[in-house]
């Protein structure tokens, strides 16, 4: 049962992201910053889509993929149909990921510690999912203030 909410979960907000990052009508905006706005749209997006290959995609997937976490925030311009493949191949590696997980799998411990102390692969799902909420409302304000 919490498979089916977390893969639906992931399902639906990943999807809300391909639909920002579509709906800026200036392709050159996903890549503003402004004095108080540090991070683009397009290194938001970067950095979510990233997390997830990372945390749920290498560790529990075993995917192969490898993270550069500081590329995430320097690349620039990256066109915005290469952002929607990879947003979609995300989309795509988490359900394939959650689909192989039991309910026994999310009690287990995660397999890296990522903060002070360990927690169960449920617990981070959650947490992951929680990220990528926070960052997609970041990039909703973002694209309703500086997209012109």
Not at 62 to 81: H, M, S, V, W
Not at 104 to 113: A, F, N, Q, R, T
Not at 136 to 147: E, K, T
């Amino acid at each position: 049962m919490i498979i089916e909410s977390l893969k639906s979960l992931y399902n639906r907000d990943l999807n809300k992201l391909r639909v920002e990052i579509e709906s800026y009508e200036n392709e050159k905006a996903l890549w503003k910053t402004d004095k108080n706005i540090a991070n683009s749209a397009g290194n938001l997006c970067l950095h979510l889509v990233g997390n997830l290959n990372n945390y749920i995609g290498a560790e529990l997937g075993k995917t192969g993929y490898i993270r550069n976490r500081e590329l995430e925030f320097l690349l620039k311009d990256i066109p915005r149909a290469e952002l929607i493949e990879k947003i979609t191949a995300t989309i795509a590696m988490v359900d394939h990921v959650l689909s192989e997980l039991t309910a026994e799998d999310l009690e287990k411990e995660y397999p890296v510690v990522v903060f002070q102390d360990t927690m169960t692969t449920g617990y981070f799902l959650i947490h992951l999912i929680t990220h990528l909420d926070y960052h997609l409302g970041q990039i909703n304000y973002h694209r309703r203030l500086l997209d012109f």
